[in-house]
């Protein structure tokens, strides 16, 4: 069975975000290891999935559980997406975070 993209990651985050927005969400948590055993059972594909959700950041969300390592590859990966503002213009996490470091 063919693994799963990191596309492939990100466009099922991105429904999942889609289905809570229009439920009235305020935000989803997503954790690694559950998501990954989700779209894929069975697979050991973390690092894919990981890069995907970590791509997913926008400015406002926010870790619950962060990895200690760098990449912050792993299962225990728990992210805070708030959904009430899905707007394509909002900036990316990454982007935010290093306009704070300089």
């Given amino acids: 069975m063919e693994k799963w993209t990191q596309e492939q ?3 099922r985050l991105q429904e999942m975000k889609q289905e809570a927005h229009d439920k009235m969400w305020l935000y989803i948590e997503v954790n690694a290891k559950e998501f990954m055993n989700e ?3 069975g697979a050991k594909n973390l690092a ?3 890069k995907a959700m970590l791509d997913a950041m926008l400015e406002g969300d926010g870790f ?3 990895p200690k390592i760098r ?3 792993a299962g225990t990966l728990t992210v805070r997406y708030y959904v009430d503002n899905l707007h394509p213009g909002r900036r990316k996490y ?9």
Avoid: F, G, H, R
């Fill in 9 to 11: 990651y990100a466009t």
């Fill in 39 to 41: 779209c894929e059972p």
């Fill in 48 to 50: 894919t999935c990981c």
């Fill in 64 to 66: 619950i559980v962060e």
């Fill in 71 to 73: 990449t912050k590859v």
């Fill in 94 to 102: 990454a982007d935010v975070m290093k306009e704070q470091q300089q």
